[in-house]
T-cell receptor
Framework: DVKVTQSSRYLVKRTGEKVFLECVQDMDHENMFWYRQDPGLGLRLIYFSYDVKMKEKGDIPEGYSVSREKKERFSLILESASTNQTSMYLC????????????FGAGSRLTVL | AQSVTQLGSHVSVSEGALVLLRCNYSSSVPPYLFWYVQYPNQGLQLLLKYTSAATLVKGINGFEAEFKKSETSFHLTKPSAHMSDAAEYFCAVSHRDSSYKLIFGSGTRLLVRP
């Protein structure tokens, strides 16, 4: 089975801190994604990457950046965390032409105080 | 532009009753449609997908969905609910020109009463 591992399940940070959320997949998938999940809003795409060092903005990229230096790892960075970034963050991966079939990690719940 | 609407943020059924979760989509091109399920404290997993083959799609755990172009719908059903079906369900849409980008609905939480 494809595994997508998010290293931190729960984080508590203070306003203004720099936050790194790490995601690793083990099945050589080309595409990787970061979503944000909020009650009543479903999942919203923050950034995605279809190749190493490639990235594209999703629907809500403001306040976030990403890094993909290796194929298996996709990091989400909050340069200066704010309280409105308190949320569940989900990483996912898919094959090159995956037709929307994504494999998700278990999520990272971030609380910004 | 694509979008997905899920009617009902919460649906409650009795164990053994029919499950019906509603999803309507809008897409300017032939869509791909998906249902994902999220169990408590887990990520999402694929239940089933429609990619322009058979309009009635069978998924895991006894779920199925029917693509109805005339109604722009892709409702999820299961004949008999189990307690283990309690979860949040997400409908999603993509299309050929952006096959790696999914647009998700807001989700429906299914509660199963004993």
């Amino acid at each position: 089975d494809v595994k997508v591992t998010q290293s931190s399940r729960y984080l508590v940070k203070r306003t203004g801190e720099k936050v790194f959320l790490e995601c690793v997949q083990d099945m050589d998938h080309e595409n990787m994604f970061w979503y944000r999940q909020d009650p009543g809003l479903g999942l919203r795409l923050i950034y995605f990457s279809y190749d190493v060092k490639m990235k594209e903005k999703g629907d809500i990229p403001e306040g976030y950046s990403v890094s993909r230096e290796k194929k298996e790892r996709f990091s989400l960075i909050l340069e200066s965390a704010s309280t409105n970034q308190t949320s569940m963050y989900l990483c996912a991966s898919s094959l090159g032409v995956g037709l929307g079939v994504l494999t998700f990690g278990a999520g990272s719940r971030l609380t910004v105080l | 532009a694509q979008s997905v609407t899920q009617l009902g943020s919460h649906v409650s059924v009795s164990e053994g009753a029919l499950v019906l979760l509603r999803c309507n989509y809008s897409s300017s091109v032939p869509p791909y449609l998906f249902w994902y399920v999220q169990y408590p404290n887990q990520g999402l997993q694929l239940l089933l997908k429609y990619t322009s083959a058979a309009t009635l799609v069978k998924g895991i755990n006894g779920f199925e969905a029917e693509f109805k172009k005339s109604e722009t719908s892709f409702h999820l059903t299961k004949p008999s609910a189990h307690m283990s079906d309690a979860a949040e369900y997400f409908c999603a849409v993509s299309h050929r020109d952006s096959s790696y980008k999914l647009i998700f609905g807001s989700g429906t939480r299914l509660l199963v009463r004993p």
